[in-house]
């Protein structure tokens, strides 16, 4: 027997054996599956770290008026002259202001809080809308093939040779002045993100979840559902959409710091977020011009999206071994 078969096999035999657990007494305790993903996820501390950095980033965008409340910070729209100093120019962090004031003399703290609920909106939704884009153009083109399979395919090809940031920032900057685009439908500042975003990024999943399909509707138990009499409605929602999971939360917690950049680079680019909802690539791209003299506008708004990036970054490869603890021992 050669060395790769002899450690396909132990390998093997360690995945089979990762089900049960000795305890107590010798008897044999089962875990489920989830139970599995549990035990692997918790292995990797960074990941607990980064979900409790999550959660707390959560909590504080969603009571953000509570927040600033809280640190004696004014609204993220409060103009304070009296902020500036002598001679009109923002002042730095102090008792009054913890981050300072931007050139209007608006709190750079709220800005930041406030503008945590724009990157984790824009991210949440438009992960949604491009995962279930994605998973039902995948789903139609795996499992009926022919002309459902080419039409996607030959789409989503089309839709990969277009420079997507060119594309995004072409229709970010169509819908973001007057009414919108689509009849007013997609409303210019977060709504405009959210569908560019998802608009460009739906070809991804699709891409996953066709090759994932093509497989799982070869395997035994599609055919005993057939055999069954059942319909293909069911077979595509009961039987290969639960065996999708695994990817479909991979792909999600993967795209979701993705999400973030690409909201702070339309939103820096100026054809994101508008002026003066707060938004940290709109910050940073306020605070360029002047960062040597004025360093603490781009700090902390670019200390908010590194942070915010990696923690998702370390949960979505946490996530991934967890789910795929083959890949993680090869």
Known sequence: MSVSTTSDLQLAEAEAGAAVELVAGGEIAARSPWELFLKRFREDKFALVSIGFLILLILVAIFAPLVCSLVGAPGPYKADTNALDIFGQPTGPSSAHLFGVDQLGRDVFSRVVYGARVSLLVAFVSTAITTVIGVFCGLFAGYYRGWVDTLVSRTVDAWLAIPYLLLAIGLASACSFGTGCVGGLVKPGVPVVIAVIALTSWTYPARIIRGQVLSLREKEFVDAARSLGASNRRIIVKELLPN???????????????????????????????????????????????????????????????????????????????????????
Do not use: H
């Not at 999600?252 to 003066?276: D, H, K, N, R």
């Not at 938004?279 to 999206?305: C, H, K, R, T, V």
């Not at 998702?312 to 890949?327: E, I, W």
């Open 244 to 330: 999708l999971a695994a990817p479909i939360i991979v792909f999600t917690t993967t795209f979701l710091p993705t999400a973030i950049l690409f909201e702070a680079a339309l939103s820096f680019l100026g054809v994101g977020v508008q002026p003066p909802t707060p938004s940290w690539g709109q910050m940073i791209s306020d605070a360029s011009l002047n960062i040597q003299s004025q360093w603490w506008y781009m700090l902390f708004p670019g200390l908010a999206l590194l942070f915010t990036v990696l923690a998702f970054n370390f949960v979505g490869d946490a996530m991934t071994d967890a789910l795929n603890p083959r890949a993680r021992k090869s």
